[in-house]
C-alpha cells in the first residue's frame, strides 16, 4: 500500500512538471541563468569563485567514486 501512495505522489509531480515545463523553464531562463551569465561576464570575481566551487564540487564527486568502489569491494 504504501508503494502504491509514493508511486501515485510521484507520479503526480512529474505530470505537473510535464504540464508546466515550458514556464518553469521560461522562469528558470529569466530568473536564474540570465543573471548568472551576466554576473559572469561582467565581474572577473564570481568567475573565480566559480571555477573554484566547480574544482571542489569535481573533486568531491571523484573521491566518493573511489570511496565507494573500495567500499562494494
Excluded: C, W
Amino acid at each position: 500500500m504504501q508503494f502504491v501512495l509514493v508511486l501515485g505522489i510521484a507520479f503526480t509531480v512529474y505530470t505537473v512538471f510535464l504540464i508546466f515545463f515550458k514556464h518553469i523553464r521560461n522562469f528558470i531562463a529569466t530568473k536564474i541563468s540570465a543573471p548568472l551569465v551576466t554576473r559572469l561576464i561582467d565581474r572577473n570575481e564570481t568567475r573565480q569563485q566559480a571555477l573554484v566551487i566547480g574544482a571542489v564540487l569535481f573533486t568531491l564527486g571523484f573521491l566518493i567514486q573511489v570511496a565507494m568502489l573500495f567500499l562494494d569491494a
